[in-house]
């Protein structure tokens, strides 16, 4: 069945960095638009990062480009979100997401609190 097994979420120190991962299986990944969103406690989700293609065109959420770096791995169907210099206001729930026109996956998420 398809899975979608968030790691590398933690608590950090603001400036500090962290490495998400995302582990894909039962479906064909490298077909898929792969996304990393965040939920902070009392809003709605919110696209962080994007991309299609590895070593394509990827999309940011204003609030992260520079910080952020979102890559994927189709022969080993994953996906990372490299994060830098975090912030107390990146903290969240991070998930990661498929998409294939209307199919549409999402992970459990990890947690990633920034805090001193």
């Known amino acids: 069945q398809v899975q979608l097994v968030e790691s590398g979420g933690g608590l950090v120190q603001p400036g500090g960095s962290l490495r998400l991962s995302c582990a894909a299986s039962?479906?064909?990944?490298?077909?898929?638009?792969m996304r990393w969103y965040r939920q902070a406690p009392g809003k709605e989700r919110r696209l962080v990062a994007g991309?299609?293609?590895?070593?394509?065109?990827?999309d940011y959420a204003d609030s992260v480009k520079g910080r952020f770096t979102i890559s994927r791995d189709n022969a080993e169907n994953m996906l990372y979100l490299q994060m830098n210099n975090l912030k107390p206001e990146d903290t969240a729930v991070y998930y990661c997401?498929?998409?294939?026109?209307?199919?549409?996956?999402w992970g459990q998420g990890t947690q990633v609190t920034v805090s001193s």
């Open positions: 997401n498929a998409n294939y026109g209307s199919l549409n996956y």
């Open positions: 991309m299609l293609l590895p070593g394509g065109r990827r």
């Open positions: 039962g479906f064909t990944f490298s077909r898929f638009t």
